[in-house]
């Protein structure tokens, strides 16, 4: 069994899906491990997209990720990472297929519902910056 984090962004947390993204989730035969919500402050958001520092987009970044609540749940199952990847779809929801998470509730590429690990590596880090 493999772990995972996802993160249900500002945008799908003001639009209340988050009770429906969960449901996705355990349909999907994840079992949730630890969640929580909260608001990222500026310094946690900048050490949590450190790796976008230098792109252009990352103050408009910092700025949406500040705006509300986020929810963060770690998740187990078999193949995780990429069985979540593929469930929640693109990052640009243009590209997604109608029964992705993004595809049912992302409404741009900044304003994309949810974030999910990429890798083991990339999971490690970024729950130790939410959960500690």
Do not use: W
């Not at 919500?37 to 990720?65: G, V």
């Not at 990429?118 to 490690?124: I, P, Q, R």
Request: proline share 5%; with cysteine; net charge neutral.
């Amino acid at each position: 069994m493999e772990q995972t984090l996802l993160l249900i962004k500002p945008d799908a947390t003001k639009a209340k899906n988050i009770g429906e993204i969960i449901s996705i989730l355990e349909s999907k035969k994840f079992r949730i491990e630890e969640m929580i919500m909260f608001k990222f402050t500026p310094e946690l958001a900048e050490r949590f997209y450190s790796e976008h520092n230098s792109k252009e987009f990352f103050p408009d970044l910092l700025m949406f990720m500040t705006s509300g609540k986020t929810v963060a749940i770690i998740l187990t199952g078999k193949n995780a990472i990429s069985r979540l990847r593929h469930i929640i779809g693109p990052t640009d929801p243009e590209m997604c297929e109608p029964d992705t998470i993004r595809g049912k509730y992302a409404s741009s590429m900044r304003r994309n519902a949810v974030h999910a690990s990429d890798s083991e590596e990339h999971f490690l880090a970024e729950r130790r910056v939410i959960f500690g």
